[in-house]
């Protein structure tokens, strides 16, 4: 009896032991798991300096899915016009009678191929309907996302993006700091506006600012990138309306992004949105916003006024008086009209007036 009691003393302490290590045991994962989310597939690593990508936005909550679909989009394209990746879709129409012995010897060749990082990395991020796909060489980001807006609007898109909203590709990744900006800037800008032999272009800048409250504000970034622009081309000006090229700037935490797009090109391809490429929203005549729409009551209530006076005329026999009267208010509608057009032109000629200044002496 007096040995009993040890033992099972012994027993439940052991016991005790093996489950505290059961609780602490963490399971075995492989380097290339430990950096990817088990769920979404999606890469635990940062954005950082340097990087090359694609931002996509998408519908609130459909994240993984639409990580889903352009992953399956990309690689098709990535196989099309690089001939590199897996094209889903050419291995659906496969034949299915193939060499099964091919395959296997195929399959063994893959295996003993050295790991090759993939094309795409999509990026976890903390934010709600945005998505960042790390790209690599040979992939080019503007032309890669342009040829897929391109099918879209053309109807050769085979498949279709259910909760893809807009593509933004980045040429270059830096630091979200003013000298940062300044680094991307140089690089991004230099073989569309820099180069020898450039000739003189229209440019609009376009940025986005997400999650980022310093040291880049709107404003202040758009001069200096227009000073950039500025400083060494031959000439090159603002347009808002018709650019020959975008700048397109993406802030996001502590990183920025740019890149140029051909402007016409963009704004044909609805700025890059497939969600619009694939489903227009209808315009309403009545849509006007903003100083457009405040000029257009300003010009439907002059013609009104016209009208009304036309009739007074008629009524009182006090012609002379009367056209008096309408000639003193449709001078103020005009003028009204004139500060509208200089309100509209502001953001142009501030961005100009940058360029100008930061052109080198005797540039024309």
């Known amino acids: 009896m007096p040995d009993t009691i040890p033992k099972r003393k012994r027993d439940a302490d052991a016991g005790a032991e093996r489950n505290k290590k059961q609780k602490v045991k963490k399971p075995w994962r492989t380097p290339k798991q ?61 034949d299915p009678s193939a060499d099964i012995e091919a395959e296997l010897k195929k399959e063994l060749d893959d295996l003993k191929k050295p790991a090759e990082e993939p094309l795409f990395t999509p990026i976890k991020l903390q934010t709600q309907c945005l998505l960042f796909f790390k790209c690599r060489k040979p992939l080019e980001p503007v032309s890669f996302a342009q040829a897929i807006c391109e099918d879209a609007a053309n109807k050769t898109l085979r498949s279709r993006c259910r909760f893809v909203k807009r593509l933004t590709p980045i040429s270059m990744v830096g630091k979200a700091t003013v000298s940062g900006l300044d680094e991307v800037a140089q690089q991004v800008l230099a073989p569309h506006f820099h180069e020898p032999g450039v000739t003189p272009k229209t440019f609009a800048i376009r940025p986005s600012i997400r999650n980022h409250n310093h040291p880049l504000t709107r404003d202040p970034v758009i001069k200096q990138v227009a000073a950039a622009v500025g400083a060494w081309g031959p000439g090159h000006r603002v347009d808002l309306k018709e650019p020959d090229l975008v700048v397109i700037i993406e802030i996001y935490q502590n990183i920025c992004g740019m890149s140029v797009v051909d402007g016409r090109d963009f704004e044909r391809l609805k700025r890059f949105n497939l969600s619009e490429i694939f489903e227009p929203t209808v315009q309403k005549p009545s849509a006007a916003s903003g100083k457009e729409a405040e000029m257009v009551n300003k010009t439907t209530d002059s013609e009104v006024m016209a009208s009304d006076q036309a009739v007074a005329v008629q009524n009182d026999h006090d012609s002379a008086s009367i056209l008096r009267r309408a000639a003193a208010e449709q001078e103020q509608v005009a003028d009204a009209d004139v500060n509208a057009d200089s309100l509209l032109a502001a953001d142009a000629a501030a961005a100009a007036a940058v360029v100008e200044a930061s052109s080198p002496p005797g540039a024309e």
């Open 34 to 94: 430990s950096q990817t989310d088990d769920i979404t597939g999606l890469s635990q690593r940062s954005i950082e300096p340097g990087d090359v990508g694609i931002w996509a936005t998408c519908s609130m909550n459909k994240e993984a899915k639409s990580v889903g679909d352009l992953r399956h989009i990309f690689n098709h394209y990535a196989a099309r016009l690089y001939g590199t990746g897996v094209d889903a879709e050419d291995q659906q129409d496969a």
